[in-house]
């Protein structure tokens, strides 16, 4: 990750194994770790190589990642710390491992979604659940299926029209009502 290789690359010789390039130029290959992006292992680049200081970063990163996707579900809040506190996610916090990252990143996602339910989508929300959708799929590609999840605030503001149709709720969720209609006014004068 300091060297900006976000993926690991294919053996030359196409064996099927993954790695990087050495120093001096020769092809390192790596165990099945390597498929994972060196950007799940962040908070163990500061480490200096101590696994006990790989280990009580990614629990001070992770727990500060808790606490701010906590503030970002608002009233669902207690979901996510209930979440964070199941025994697996909370013990891979512990450890140095690409798994402490996904699930912060999960967690993220879920916390997004959760205030997406609560506010509807904005400009802002839609950027943001795309940049940390497309960090999680960079740190495991499977978390990408969170992104069904989406569905739920988006039924939310399906409404029926006049005919019966379904219609999605543009007008609330994306651009910005005139003064009248926020302050409850008829609009005219």
Request: hydrophobic letters at 45%; one cysteine or more.
């Amino acid at each position: 990750m300091a060297s900006f290789n976000f993926l690991s690359d294919p053996d030359p010789s196409g064996s099927g194994v993954y790695g990087g390039y050495a120093a001096d130029g020769t092809f390192q290959s790596f165990n099945n770790t390597a498929i994972n992006s060196p950007l799940a292992y962040l908070p163990s680049i500061f480490s200096g190589g101590n696994f006990y200081v790989a280990s009580l970063l990614t629990l001070v990163f992770s727990v500060a990642f808790v606490y701010m996707v906590f503030a970002i579900a608002k009233d669902y809040g207690l979901i996510i710390l209930a979440m964070a506190l199941h025994p697996l996610v909370f013990l891979s916090f512990v450890y140095p491992t690409a798994d402490a990252m996904t699930n912060s990143f999960t967690l993220l996602v879920l916390g997004q979604i959760f205030r997406i339910f609560q506010d509807g989508f904005t400009k802002r929300s839609t950027i943001l659940i795309t940049v940390s959708a497309l960090v999680l799929g960079q740190l495991r590609a499977t978390c990408i299926m969170l992104l069904l999840l989406l569905l739920v605030p988006v039924a939310r503001d399906v409404k029926r029209d006049e005919t019966g149709h379904r219609r999605f709720d543009w007008q609330g969720s994306w651009r910005p009502q005139s003064p009248s209609a926020c302050h409850g006014g008829s609009g005219g004068s």
